[in-house]
């Protein structure tokens, strides 16, 4: 079992930036490859990006490129979201996800991945 903690969530004003960080405790963090989802009210959970199980190689939804990095330290056991830019239409909640499985470099869809954090809450005031 993994446990995932979410934190760094707030409010920001458009333009803004803020860094969200996830600490993983249980099995192996460098086990996993990581996600970061969002969910806005009344919209499906969408995938933010993800970074492999040794960082080497990251991956973004198309609106996130040039604007968020994520980025995790193995001896922490922590994945980070760093966010940049921000909009309005970032407002959500914002998940970090594990993925167990080894045989995907980067998953990009809710159901690849075995493991969710409760979720901090983003708004972004235009």
């Known amino acids: 079992q993994v446990e995932l903690v979410e934190s760094g969530g707030g409010m920001v004003q458009a333009g803004g930036s803020l860094s969200l960080s996830c600490v993983a405790s249980?099995?192996?963090?460098?086990?996993?490859?990581m996600g970061w989802f969002r969910q806005a009210p009344g919209k499906d959970r969408e995938f933010v990006g993800g970074i492999s199980w040794n960082g080497g190689s990251t991956y973004y939804a198309d609106d996130m490129k040039g604007r968020f990095t994520i980025s995790r330290d193995n001896a922490k056991n922590t994945v980070y979201l760093q966010m940049n830019s921000l909009k309005a239409e970032d407002t959500a909640v914002y998940y970090c996800?594990?993925?167990?499985?080894?045989?995907?470099?980067?998953?990009?869809?809710?159901?690849?991945?075995?493991?969710w954090g409760q979720g901090t809450q983003v708004t972004v005031s235009s």
């Open positions: 996800a594990a993925d167990a499985s080894r045989i995907r470099v980067i998953a990009t869809t809710t159901n690849e991945y075995e493991y």
């Open positions: 249980g099995r192996t963090f460098s086990n996993y490859a």
